[in-house]
């Protein structure tokens, strides 16, 4: 099991610390405006009840200068609140979000499938639904989309951003210290949205360049007899149609980028966590596990289930 | 041979009875009751579609809903709830009232005000054929429905263009309907009723409907252009041919974020007319609350993009929008300032219609400051398309409009039926729905901040507080439910067993109250003189009157 990050309040970057304050500023600044509003309306309940045979009161009309004084209140409250928010913003997102052009080569880029996330880092290396990250390093992402909107948002991370087809975005991923946060779609995508997760994965620089540099080699040839088994069935039935495994002749873009799914943390973006059994009980029947994903149910018999997870598990 | 003019008969010269009545009269009154139990029927439906989203959402990994199906039912819920509930509730409350409260005998063309009802009426059953002929299914892209997603091949089934053509009919419906109060409140007035006497629930109609007039056709016309798309290949919205899903979002929101306000702006109207007749005092600030009722109209049409704060815009744009959104909220606050300022020093009458509007000011307040986070663009970024989004919303379109619908029911079912509401009955549903109501939404502010997004049929456990808080929020639905159960008995019991009302119970002062009730067919048989803003107060506490041309003559006269 994987310790992922999830504690609301507790800032992991810059861009999030930057949100988190405004946020608790301008809740502060409603919780005070409501308490105003509240206060008054029990004191008025309290005070201004009819009392049986009692005429009407004076008719009271207006009094421009309170009016004066509650349009003025709001305007500078929010006056405060905008200026902080002009001043805030370079900080929490890059100087363009849109563009089809941009200064900046960007570290990765994130697209976004129905219901899967490609990851692309600069040095060409693959993977899918996991990303990782130096600590302490602002990452420049590029976003796009491969079919729908979908929105990429690392909660603990910042602020989030859609990817939209045609429009290439970019966001800043940081995260000061090494952990595991959680990432979501979180544009509504269609049947699978829910389960559209993917992971962020911070780690000390060299354990980062070791990963990418890891994840840039070719898949490793089959060793055990089931995984062999696995490999030939792989070419056999359609699997390398939709999948990619870099080293051999799957080139198939439809689905994920298999080269190295066996040392992914979870499978099926988020559904399941990667073991062996968690694998076979995908092979068994993928849309079983996750209604409504476009990978059908091949019917594989059990010792074919067994050979084709022997083989994924063993692409670590 | 007869001319053109002699064929066509008089409204109301031909009088049908029983079921025929109903689908034959012209009568303001009986078009405005229409929309009213047509949108009561639907908010039954699309309330028990909130249901069974929250029993899947009660624990983690729960199976009762597939992923499509839920989809489903938030789309038909959301798209249900707005078009064909809250939009046509308060249309029904305008059609009923502002005749009466001007001192007109209808609506200035009751031909086109019957027509905006059935063709309105219409859709809603045209959006449910779905259920039997969609092919697969019901509408399952969202009540926003965006490009792509809506479109070919995405959700290729007949659903979404029952969804289409539903909204088309409904948009027809209330556009037309929004021209006839129009002309109604500019035309048909009674002698003496200026504008600036006009009762505030008809003023705030009258930015309303302009609101109608000029936002719905943009969505009618993105619905064209979608269907196009999926029907005809065409490419509005197609990126790879040239056309733009970020256009599609701007057409929508360029109607989506005036519809806002046409879902709350009646309602404020309603809350404006009862809260000053149950504190026995004058509206405080007429004139400051008419003003932002109109500043917000034209604000509305300059506030869109918010609701695009996630999707990659140029930076400038982001902060245009961030401070006019920001803006609205200074006329919003004149408005929560005149109720609030209106109790002051009043004697307040607590009946159950007054304890509703109470809970409307505390909880729209509520989420209209809620509404401030989301015109901050960093925190939008943050808190868009979480729970937070759904809790602000439902602040304000239930804890807001809802609420205000309920009070002026309460307030104006004497008016409409001759009969009280049972008010034993009627705070008990108070207490029911103020506690369920909030027991289902507040919790969802915090799901969203512990970062639960909307539209997912289910969540991971383990997730922090996750489960508990949605078990609460389920929970208080079905309380919330119970409520509307007593609402929908003491509606139906009242209308037999309620107490005689009289033509005045509250000792209202604007014109509806002058008449009988409920209304003869003609409306009045004597108008009093209009020479303020309380025609009736004026008449009965002369040493009080706000009289604002002092020399006109107190006499009753024909309308």
Redesign the interface.
């Known amino acids: 099991m994987l310790a992922l990050v999830v504690s609301p309040f507790t800032y992991h970057s810059p861009q999030a610390q930057k949100i988190g304050t405004i946020f608790w500023w301008v809740v502060i600044q409603g919780l005070a405006i409501f308490v105003i509003v509240l206060a008054w309306t029990i004191y008025n309940l309290s005070k201004y009840r009819q009392r049986p045979g009692q005429g009407p009161p004076y008719q009271l009309r207006d009094i421009p200068k309170l009016e004066y004084f509650w349009i003025a209140l709001p305007i500078l409250s929010l006056a405060a609140i905008f200026t902080y928010e002009v001043r805030i913003m370079p900080d929490i997102a890059p100087p363009e979000g849109y563009g089809r052009r941009f200064p900046q080569k960007p570290d990765m880029t994130v697209t976004g499938h129905q219901w899967w996330w490609e990851v692309e880092y600069s040095n060409g290396a693959k993977a899918s639904d996991e990303i990782h990250i130096p600590a302490g390093r602002r990452m420049l992402v590029r976003l796009e989309s491969a079919d729908v909107i979908h929105d990429f948002w690392v909660e603990q991370l910042g602020p989030k951003m859609d990817t939209v087809p045609g429009y290439p975005s970019y966001i800043w991923l940081q995260a000061d210290s090494p952990g595991v946060y959680q990432g979501q779609c979180s544009e509504f995508c269609g049947a699978q949205h829910a389960w559209m997760l993917f992971l962020v994965v911070a780690e000390p620089r060299a354990k980062f360049e070791r990963y990418i540099d890891a994840l840039a080699e070719p898949a490793p040839p089959p060793q055990t007899d089931a995984a062999k088994k696995g490999f030939q069935l792989f070419f056999k039935m359609p699997c390398w149609r939709c999948h990619a495994i870099r080293g051999t002749g799957a080139k198939g873009t439809l689905g994920p980028d298999l080269t190295h799914v066996g040392s992914r943390y979870r499978l099926g973006s988020g559904i399941l966590y990667n073991t062996p059994e968690n694998m076979r009980l995908w092979m068994r029947d993928p849309p079983a596990v996750k209604p409504g994903i476009r990978m059908p149910n091949f019917h594989f018999s059990p010792d074919q289930v067994n050979e084709i997870a022997a083989y994924l598990e063993s692409l670590k | 041979m007869s001319t053109f003019t002699a064929a066509v008969p008089k409204p109301d010269s031909v009088k049908h009875h029983g079921l025929l009545h109903w689908f034959t009269t012209l009568d303001h009154k009986e078009i405005g009751k229409l929309y009213m139990v047509t949108s009561l029927f639907w908010f039954v439906v699309a309330g028990c579609l909130a249901l069974a989203m929250r029993v899947q959402l009660a624990r983690p990994n729960a199976p009762y809903l ?3 199906t839920y ?1 489903q039912t938030f789309t038909l819920h959301g798209t249900t709830m707005i078009f064909f509930v809250v939009v046509p509730v308060l249309l029904g409350f305008s059609v009923y009232f502002v005749p009466l409260m001007i001192g007109a005998r209808d609506m200035a063309f009751p031909r086109l005000n019957s027509l905006g009802y059935w063709v309105f009426a219409l859709g809603g059953f045209l959006l449910y054929m779905s259920y039997l002929f969609g092919g697969g299914g019901p509408p ?3 009540w926003f429905s ?1 490009a ?2 809506s479109d070919w091949p ?1 959700s290729a089934a007949y659903g979404q263009d029952y969804w289409s053509l539903a909204l088309l009919l409904n948009g027809i419906g209330t556009t037309s309907t929004g021209i006839n109060l129009i002309v109604t409140i500019f035309k048909e007035r009674t002698i003496g009723m200026t504008l600036k006497r006009m009762p505030m629930f008809v003023w705030m109609v009258l930015v309303n409907a302009f609101l109608i007039v000029i936002s719905i056709p943009p969505l009618n016309a993105t619905i064209v252009m979608l269907e196009a798309d999926r029907r005809l290949n065409a490419h509005f919205f197609r ?2 041919f040239g056309g ?3 256009l599609y979002q701007h057409y929508f929101w360029l109607f989506g974020h005036p519809e806002v306000y046409i879902m709350i702006l009646p309602a404020w109207g309603m809350i404006s007319e009862l809260v000053p007749v149950f ?4 509206l ?5 609350v008419a003003a932002a009722s109109v500043a917000i109209g034209f604000l509305s049409y300059g506030v869109w993009v918010h609701h695009m704060f ?6 400038p744009m ?2 245009i929008f ?2 006019s959104s ?2 609205i ?2 006329p919003t ?2 408005k ?2 005149a109720w ?2 209106t ?8 009946t159950t219609s007054m304890y509703f509007a ?1 809970a409307f ?2 909880q729209f ?2 989420g209209g ?2 509404g ?2 989301f015109g ?4 939008d ?2 808190l ?3 729970y937070f989004v759904v809790a602000h919303f439902h602040y304000v379109l239930f804890g807001g409009t809802v609420f205000a619908v309920l009070a002026g029911l309460y307030y104006w079912y004497p008016k409409i039926t001759g009969k009280l509401l049972g008010e034993r009955l009627g705070m008990a549903q108070f207490w029911g729905t103020v506690i369920g109501f909030n027991m289902t939404f507040f919790v969802q502010h915090f799901l969203g ?3 639960m ?8 456990p383990g ?2 507080y996750w489960a508990p808080l949605n078990m609460v929020s389920t929970i208080g639905a079905f309380i919330l439910a119970g409520s509307m159960l007593l609402l929908i008995i003491n509606i139906f019991r009242s209308r037999k067993h309620g107490a005689i009302a009289g033509d005045n119970p509250w000792d209202g002062w604007t014109l509806e109250w002058a008449t009988t009730s409920p209304p003869p067919e003609e409306n009045f048989k004597m108008v009093p003189p209009i020479t303020g803003r309380r025609p009736l107060w004026d008449y009965r ?1 002369p040493e ?1 009157a ?1 009289d604002i041309n002092p020399g006109e003559a107190p006499i009753l006269r024909q309308p």
Do not use: C, E
């Open positions: 597939s992923p499509t989809n399952d892209a969202g965006y792509p997603l995405y990126d790879a733009s899903p970020i504190s026995r005092k004058q405080f600030g007429f004139v400051y996630v999707t990659p815009l140029p930076r982001w902060l961030s401070a920001m803006l909220a200074v606050g004149i929560v300032f609030t300022a109790m002051w020093r009043g004697t307040i009458r607590l109470i000011v505390l307040t509520l400051l809620s401030v986070m901050t663009v960093p925190i970024w943050q868009t398309d979480t901040i512990y970062g997004r909307r539209r997912v049929y289910t969540y991971a997730m922090p506490h009080q706000d």
